[in-house]
């Protein structure tokens, strides 16, 4: 893993975007033991980040794979993307970034964490 210092920060990305378990039939069938988000969910990257928003959508396989909604205004793909490896070292627990490897922007941890929204 990588490591990051860095001061936590304010500022995720405010854009929602509506899904249904419905949306992933093919994922359903393919993931072992999926865990399909349903509702709304929310953009977990920076405020006024470049390119496409991105929600984490399920996991499967005991929370090997990480499934993403990533779209674009009303284009939308569901994407298998591992977490990002940076990880905060901090004493005594580190933590991890919990973003798809590969984000643009801030980690995780440098961000506030993502309100609850309605469903």
Do not use: K
Request: proline share 7%; glycine share 12%; hydrophobic share 40%.
């Amino acid at each position: 893993m990588t490591s990051a210092t860095s001061v936590r920060v304010d500022g995720r990305c405010g854009t929602v975007a509506g899904v249904e378990a419905a949306c992933f039939p093919t994922l359903a069938v393919l993931v072992v033991d999926a865990r399909l988000e349903r509702g709304r969910l929310g953009c977990e990257l920076v405020a006024g980040h470049d390119g496409a928003h991105v929600a984490l959508a399920a996991t499967g396989r005991g929370g090997d794979q990480w499934w993403w909604l990533r779209w674009n205004g009303q284009l939308h793909e569901v994407i298998q993307i591992d977490p990002c490896a940076t990880e905060l070292a901090r004493q005594p627990y580190g933590d991890c970034c919990i973003l798809p490897d590969g984000h643009v922007g801030r980690h995780s941890f440098d961000l506030a964490p993502l309100p609850p929204l309605p469903r």
